[in-house]
């Protein structure tokens, strides 16, 4: 081997061992960023040269800068991601929903109805007492608008969905445009470059946070571009990308994509929770809340016409309520001006109070589902707490199998110090031995020139 090979072989070492040290740095810099992933460099021997017949190593080389990253569990993380994301998003939704119910409450439904049946029946007492007729009325107001607030306020809490479904889509977009434009610098680096390195760790960040948002898929092509897809839809590669909008249609929201064309199929991530609990569960709230009301509407009025005012001459058929509408209750205007139209007796006699005493009888008549009207109610409350708890349930447990796969993450990717200053060391001592190879060299050389 000549001379002039020995100092070659030392200067590629020289320069390998330094880009090893600089890795190694890299990583030491970034031992607090929870989104890098730890870079390993990977040396083997260089092309061996061959001279007169005779192999000739050409020293070491870095075969690549790889980063450790365990595909299996990002895959696992961000299937967790959106199931818990999901399950935690409705677990908030309803619990915006219990607090417009307000039950068990003083002020809630259940106690405004219990009130309004009760008052009949101190009425059936004293038929022609007018602060008893008055008190009625008064309940019946109450009742009305406790029903009118919980409807006003679940219309809100859409509306304020459906505004918050419409800034994550936009916040969705946006990452699926940065996937993209990560994936063509990606593809244009090569794959051996380190930077390429540092902006697989960002894209890998904004998958994680895509996955938060909804249930994606995520391959690789060879050029180590993403292939994302979010619910079944193709969303970006490195060749293009599309973007996504909300879709209302007969009370119910989905996510299409905005030329239209193809409708995601929304499983998980916050986006599910939100159009879910839009779509369905205030709905059903609505809708049984409706029936409630619908149901006493109808049998006081049915049973208010059969009984006879305190006008003279008493006057009969006249309802309690004229209707319900656009989640209120309406007390007849007549009965609120004057509280002698409330119609409780039978007969037309003035101290009857039978029709009073019927209508009081409601609260604990089976005339809805088989079940009173407050047990309806209640069921209702009931479904709403369950399906929480269900959320509540499974979000606690998708978040401990998300953070035990974390866990695992950051013991294969997370950077130890204790690790990379060993790492320091060796290079450090390798890089040593290089240079002490170029003095033996350059020693070598002297003394060749000196017998010259």
């Given at each position: 081997?000549?001379?002039s090979?020995i100092f070659?072989?030392?200067?590629?070492?020289?320069?390998?061992?330094?880009?090893?040290?600089?890795?190694?740095?890299?990583?030491?810099?970034?031992?607090?960023?929870?989104?890098?992933?730890?870079?390993?460099?990977?040396?083997?021997?260089?092309?061996?040269?061959?001279?007169?017949?005779?192999e000739?190593?050409?020293?070491?080389?870095?075969?690549?800068?790889?980063?450790?990253?365990?595909?299996y569990?990002?895959?696992?993380i961000?299937?967790?991601?959106?199931?818990?994301?999901?399950?935690?998003?409705?677990?908030?939704?309803?619990?915006?929903?219990?607090?417009?119910?307000?039950?068990?409450?003083?002020?809630?439904?259940?106690?405004?109805?219990?009130?309004f049946f009760?008052?009949?029946?101190?009425?059936?007492?004293?038929?022609?007492?007018?602060?008893?007729?008055?008190n009625?009325?008064?309940?019946a107001?109450?009742?009305?608008?406790?029903?009118?607030g919980?409807?006003?306020?679940?219309?809100?809490?859409?509306?304020?969905?459906?505004?918050?479904m419409?800034?994550?889509?936009?916040?969705?977009?946006?990452?699926?445009?940065?996937v993209?434009?990560?994936?063509?610098?990606?593809?244009?680096?090569?794959?051996?470059?380190?930077l390429?390195?540092?902006?697989?760790?960002?894209?890998?960040?904004?998958?994680?946070?895509i996955s938060?948002?909804a249930?994606?898929?995520?391959?690789?092509?060879?050029?180590?571009?993403?292939?994302?897809?979010?619910?079944?839809?193709?969303?970006?590669?490195?060749?293009g990308?599309?973007?996504?909008?909300?879709?209302?249609?007969g009370?119910?929201?989905?996510?299409?994509?905005?030329?239209?064309?193809?409708?995601?199929?929304?499983?998980g991530?916050?986006?599910?929770?939100?159009?879910?609990?839009?779509?369905?569960h205030?709905?059903?709230?609505?809708?049984?809340?409706?029936?409630?009301?619908?149901?006493?509407?109808?049998?006081?009025n049915?049973?208010?016409?059969?009984?006879?005012?305190?006008?003279?001459?008493?006057?009969?058929?006249?309802?309690?309520?004229?209707?319900?509408?656009?989640?209120e209750?309406?007390?007849?205007?007549?009965i609120l001006?004057?509280?002698?139209?409330?119609?409780?007796?039978?007969?037309?006699?003035?101290?009857?109070?039978?029709?009073?005493?019927?209508?009081?009888?409601?609260?604990?008549?089976?005339?809805?589902?088989?079940?009173?009207?407050?047990?309806?109610y209640?069921m209702?409350?009931?479904?709403?707490?369950?399906?929480?708890?269900q959320s509540?349930?499974?979000?606690?447990?998708?978040?401990?199998?998300?953070?035990?796969?974390?866990?695992?993450?950051?013991?294969?990717?997370?950077?130890?110090?204790?690790?990379?200053?060993?790492?320091?060391?060796?290079?450090?001592r390798?890089?040593d031995?290089?240079?002490?190879?170029?003095?033996?060299?350059?020693?070598?050389?002297?003394?060749?020139?000196?017998?010259?």
């Open positions: 081997m000549s001379v090979r070659d072989i030392s200067r590629r070492s020289l320069s390998v061992y330094q880009q090893a040290m600089n890795v190694t740095s890299h990583n030491v810099a970034n031992a607090s960023n929870p989104d890098y992933t730890r870079q390993r460099v990977v040396l083997s021997t260089d092309q061996q040269g061959i001279n007169q017949g005779v000739w190593g050409l020293g070491v080389k870095i075969d690549q800068v790889e980063r450790v990253r365990n595909e569990l990002d895959n696992e961000r299937l967790n991601n959106y199931k818990y994301s999901a399950n935690d998003k409705k677990s908030a939704l309803l619990n915006q929903v219990e607090q417009v119910f307000n039950e068990p409450s003083e002020l809630g439904i259940s106690t405004m109805m219990n009130s009760n008052s009949w029946s101190e009425l059936s007492v004293t038929p022609n007492s007018p602060q008893l007729r008055e009625v009325v008064y309940n107001k109450r009742l009305s608008e406790s029903i009118k919980v409807n006003d306020n679940l219309n809100t809490l859409k509306s304020d969905i459906l505004s918050e419409n800034s994550k889509v936009e916040m969705l977009n946006t990452y699926i445009k940065e993209n434009e990560i994936n063509v610098q990606i593809s244009s680096q090569g794959a051996n470059s380190n390429t390195n540092d902006m697989l760790d960002k894209r890998d960040a904004i998958l994680e946070d938060t948002l249930n994606i898929n995520v391959t690789t092509d060879p050029e180590n571009a993403a292939i994302l897809s979010v619910g079944g839809v193709y969303a970006a590669d490195a060749g990308y599309v973007q996504f909008e909300v879709k209302e249609v009370g119910k929201l989905s996510l299409v994509t905005q030329n239209g064309e193809s409708n995601v199929t929304l499983v991530g916050e986006l599910a929770a939100l159009a879910e609990t839009y779509s369905t205030i709905p059903s709230y609505m809708e049984s809340l409706d029936n409630v009301t619908t149901t006493l509407a109808e049998k006081v049915e049973i208010h016409r059969s009984g006879y005012t305190m006008d003279d001459p008493p006057d009969a058929g006249m309802d309690f309520f004229t209707g319900y509408s656009g989640g209750l309406i007390i007849n205007q007549a001006d004057d509280s002698n139209k409330i119609a409780i007796s039978s007969d037309g006699s003035s101290g009857n109070g039978d029709m009073a005493l019927e209508i009081a009888a409601l609260a604990d008549a089976k005339i809805l589902n088989n079940a009173t009207l407050n047990e309806n209640s209702m409350i009931s479904r709403m707490g369950n399906e929480k708890s509540d349930l499974i979000a606690e447990s998708t978040q401990l199998i998300k953070t035990n796969l974390e866990n695992q993450r950051s013991s294969v990717s997370g950077v130890s110090i204790d690790e990379e200053m060993t790492n320091i060391i060796k290079y450090q390798s890089y031995a290089s240079a002490r190879l170029i003095k033996v060299a350059d020693q070598m050389m002297q003394t060749i020139l000196s017998l010259v």
